[in-house]
């Protein structure tokens, strides 16, 4: 029996990149699943099932979807700073609006921030979300985890949003490799509990040399993809937090191991942002997504620079909040 939750899909799903919701296909009297909300939309795997009749689940709320589209899109055409700064407080206060309400409306804002900030074409995509899914979605909520982050930390600008929005999409993309495994995937929520620990695991796990030359590697590997003729990011010289995204002020770090003295704010955002999203917690964050990020418990990485960003992250959403109950109490 068909629920009322799903709809056949439209015209329009086919222009899209990533889904909006569950996709199922009708066989007999049930109902198979094709394609997980969020995911890349394999046109070549769903074209055997054009001719039949496909359902959607959605999980995005479309009219909240269009007003963050047009709110960036109006952001990409002012030119000067306190228009610019006014605009981006609108879109943390619609945001913390969205996320405040009990069933978090995420992956909405992330396919938004996507289709707005993206530019890596779909074969790379494909690369990460066939690698494992779950690793996509760590990319995929991350970067607009960072494009938040960033703008409570007082960025502004369309261009240098789009910047944190790539760098920090793209961190793990070096770990597609048909290396890749259940091994490399702890590795990765390790390392984001501190420094050094995604090594650890490996070496407790008893991970072969190329697991760990790979998850050792991937930095670099992501670095490249970077400096590729894909991306062309309007601050080059941000590049480098792709490279240096696992490197400590201890020395703790990967691949190098040097003591990165300096962690700017740039890097702290991206760090930050890639840290807190854990593969392993991907369903608790987009159950209730504010609450995640503003738990002190969520947060691991144990560097001054990210955590002044996370707090102003948190104080901003608390601001907004507050401000949201005076207007109800005015009203
Ligand atoms: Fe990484």
New binding site residues.
């Given amino acids: 029996m068909l629920t009322e939750k799903l709809k056949e899909i439209d015209i329009n799903f086919w222009d899209q990149t990533l889904s909006p919701g569950h996709l199922f296909i009708q066989m007999g009297p049930k109902l198979l699943s094709l394609l997980e909300a969020g995911q890349v939309i394999d046109k070549n795997y769903l074209n055997k099932y054009k001719n039949s009749k496909l359902f959607i689940e959605s999980k995005i709320d479309s009219k909240k979807y269009e007003m963050f589209m047009e709110l960036f899109d109006q952001l990409k055409n002012i030119k000067f700073e306190k228009p610019n700064r006014d605009h981006c407080k609108l879109i943390m206060s619609k945001i913390v609006e969205d996320w405040s309400s009990s069933d978090s409306h995420l992956l909405t804002f992330a396919l938004a921030c996507f289709n707005t900030f993206n530019s890596l074409p779909t074969s790379e995509l494909s690369r990460i979300d066939n690698t494992d899914i779950r690793l996509f979605k760590k990319s995929l909520y991350s970067s607009c985890i960072a494009v938040v982050t960033a703008m409570s930390n007082d960025f502004y600008e369309f261009s240098i949003l789009q910047d944190f929005y790539q760098i920090t999409f793209v961190?793990?993309f070096?770990?597609c490799d048909a290396s890749y495994s259940f091994h490399i995937a702890n590795a990765?929520d390790a390392?984001s509990t501190g420094a050094g620990n995604g090594l650890l695991y490996l070496e407790k796990a008893k991970a072969s040399v190329n697991e760990r030359n790979l998850f050792l590697g991937?930095?670099e590997k992501?670095y490249k993809l970077l400096e590729s003729e894909h991306i062309n990011l309007h601050y080059p010289e941000l590049s480098s937090i792709v490279l240096y995204?696992?490197e400590t002020t201890t020395g703790n770090g990967f691949p190098r191991g040097i003591t990165k003295r300096e962690v700017s704010s740039w890097d702290a955002i991206c760090l930050y942002a890639?840290s807190i999203v854990k593969m392993t917690a991907i369903e608790q964050l987009e159950s209730n997504c504010m609450s995640y990020l503003i738990s002190e418990s969520n947060l691991k990485q144990d560097l001054l620079p990210v955590k002044r960003v996370f707090m102003k992250l948190k104080n901003m959403f608390h601001y907004f909040q507050e401000n949201k109950k005076e207007e109800r109490v005015a009203s």
């Fill in positions: 961190m793990d070096g770990l990765v390392e991937h930095p992501s995204q696992h890639d």
